[in-house]
């Protein structure tokens, strides 16, 4: 079973940093693409940051120079750096990959549980 456990959301003052971490597990899972999505109350999902297994990266607009996405193959997590957090990216924030497991002929979506962080004073 692929299971996908975020952890680090949390309230946090304007200006702050916080790091969202993602660790993917299931027996002979294998993923490329990792990313984060976001859902603020009475919005739709959105992409926050996105990065392929080559190092291609893709972000939002909204957080393009703010937050950064990494993955550790070794330790099969993803991380979300948030720096200079505003109030309006207060929201559940979504891990994601792209994977297959065995025999390894489809790829699809899978998704973490949501983690919230809230940015206020």
């Known amino acids: 079973q692929v299971q996908l456990v975020e952890s680090g959301g949390g309230l946090v003052q304007p200006g702050g940093s916080l790091t969202l971490s993602c660790v993917v597990s299931g027996t002979g899972f294998r993923f490329n693409g990792v990313g984060w999505y976001r859902q603020a109350p009475g919005k739709q999902r959105e992409l926050v940051a996105f990065?392929?297994?080559?190092?291609?990266?893709n972000y939002g607009e909204s957080v393009k120079g703010r937050f950064g996405v990494l993955r550790d193959d070794a330790r099969n997590t993803v991380f979300l750096q948030m720096n200079s957090l505003r109030p309006e990216d207060t929201a559940v924030y979504y891990c994601n990959v792209v994977g297959s497991v065995v025999p390894y002929t489809t790829w699809n979506d899978y998704w973490g549980q949501g983690t919230q962080v809230t940015v206020s004073s």
């Open positions: 990065r392929s297994s080559y190092g291609i990266t």
